[in-house]
């Protein structure tokens, strides 16, 4: 396969430079420009095949507006955001090359890229796309493609909303003066975990997690439904009327179908692995 100049402005963060390991582990060359590099944004878009912006939305967006004009139509210009709209539009309309959305569906302290999820949304062009997906599936990774709108709306449920409820759970916690050092010597092992990942959530970035709430515009309709849902469950569930509880449960078994029992063996398998790591 050919070897390329790949350069990721922004590649100085942690998934700046898990991607570099990953590009260079397959023999392409890379080249990175942060905030303290000699090299610049700029200079380094001359030097490069394709170019990777690992920066937050915000800077990603201006910078796109601003590189984008430099770049050649056969150069590829991609980015790592985890919102897909607004950026793959302002690299489209900043610029005359291959254009791609791409959201790595998995953090930094990932080890490998096998069995992880990474979509991608066209933007322009086909090859470089091709290119890209056959990349991460040689190394067993897991591609989607979708377009930028369809994947701000999906992130709206898996990221939005479900750091929202880690957030909310947390400030739960804290209004009820339960810390969770000493919740977690009576908590049963799904909330063992439940409770870990909240802390997971406040031990990163919040500025991060800040933005994939606050700033997908999607997530407003979608917390709506949320709190539908949520009074709907109220009422069947604390109605008193024990057969209308059970019905609304079955209701949403028959939705869920088979993946009720796959969902079952997975996480057993997740619960087994935590306890023999706590024994």
């Given at each position: 396969m050919n070897k390329y100049t790949i350069g990721i402005i922004g590649g100085t963060g942690s998934m700046g430079r898990w991607f570099e390991r990953f590009f260079s582990q397959s023999g392409h060359k890379i080249l990175?420009?942060?905030?303290?590099?000699?090299?610049?944004?700029?200079?380094?878009?001359?030097?490069?095949?394709?170019?990777?912006?690992?920066?937050?939305?915000?800077?990603?967006?201006?910078?796109?507006?601003?590189?984008?004009?430099?770049?050649?139509?056969?150069?590829?210009f991609t980015d790592f955001c985890s919102l897909k709209e607004d950026v793959v539009k302002t690299m489209l309309n900043s610029s005359n090359c291959h254009v791609i959305g791409m959201h790595p569906m998995f953090g930094p302290f990932t080890d490998s890229i096998k069995g992880q999820n990474i979509i991608l949304c066209p933007g322009r062009g086909t090859d470089w796309i091709d290119w890209l997906e056959g990349e991460f599936k040689q190394r067993g990774g897991i591609v989607t493609r979708m377009d930028p709108v369809t994947h701000d709306k999906n992130m709206a449920v898996f990221q939005g909303l479900t750091h929202l409820l880690s957030i909310t759970m947390g400030r739960t916690l804290q209004k009820m003066n339960m810390p969770p050092a000493k919740v977690k010597e009576y908590s049963t092992p799904v909330f063992k975990v439940n409770i870990d990942l909240i802390g997971r959530l406040?031990?990163?970035?919040?500025?991060?997690y800040s933005n994939l709430v606050g700033g997908n515009k999607y997530v407003k309709e979608t917390i709506e439904t949320f709190l539908t849902a949520l009074k709907e469950g109220e009422e069947c569930l604390l109605s008193g009327n024990k057969e209308k509880g059970i019905g609304f449960l079955e209701n949403i078994r028959d939705f869920l179908g088979d993946f009720c029992q796959t969902g079952m063996e997975e996480s057993n398998e997740i619960l087994n692995t935590l306890l023999k790591k706590l024994i």
């Open positions: 990175i420009s942060g905030r303290k590099t000699k090299l610049t944004p700029h200079e380094l878009v001359k030097k490069c095949d394709i170019v990777i912006l690992s920066t937050p939305i915000d800077i990603t967006v201006r910078m796109a507006r601003e590189i984008g004009p430099l770049l050649s139509k056969d150069q590829l406040f031990a990163q970035d919040l500025g991060l």
